[in-house]
């Protein structure tokens, strides 16, 4: 790495720990709890203000957790033209699992979660397990502690959800093992990516095509040649 580079990156690494400093202090930790509704509705723990320190700053490093606004879950999923029961749903870096709850309201016909933090990964599963609402119409839900960039994708209709959960590096490794994923066993595949930072990542793969796009989010989709479709 060029002196520039190591330099930039130093700097990215301070601003990320002081920003980790400053999300300790009891004002920071007050405003952490301003995604509490959904947890007060549906009875569960998926709010960002309860994660211990340890794992806050793995996210510095990583991805640090924030849990989707349901509204916004609803709206992109209603942007997928899809019939559902033939999708299993996977969200690549699932918290505390409220993406997986809010998933379970749609007929998909497997929904999984993949999260490299243990702290997070085991209230994620204390979630599915608590969790009942008249409305699901998915009960086959699990929770996977793993490295998303080693996990093995199914070979079937996928939708790949990721709330920016990988740095970019991270992230090029995961589209890499996604097409030749892709590439072995050709099949219909969706990417919801909200807050689609990282976004050009993605003009590096030749089997997915841009679908649509919001400033909160961006649609793709596999070529139809590798979809089948």
Known sequence: MHAKG???ATSLLLHELWEFARDSTAERRQQRYGDMDYDWEQRV???AGTVGWRTRLLGVFHSPYQPTEPALFHEMMAALPIHFPEF???DIGSGKGRTLLMASEYPFKKIVGI???SELDHAAKKNILGYKSPTQQCATIEAVCADARQFDLP???LVLYLFNPLPEAA???FIARLDKSLAKS???LWIVYHNPLLEPAFA?????MRAGATPQYALYRTVETVAGL
């Not at 590096?204 to 997915?208: A, D, M, V």
């Open 171 to 173: 992230l090029h490794e």
């Open 186 to 188: 050709p099949r219909a």
């Open 45 to 47: 723990n998926t709010t």
């Open 115 to 117: 999260e490299l933090l």
């Open 155 to 157: 070979d079937e209709p």
């Open 6 to 8: 190591r330099l930039a």
């Open 204 to 208: 590096s793969s030749p089997l997915l």
């Open 88 to 90: 299993t749903f996977i």
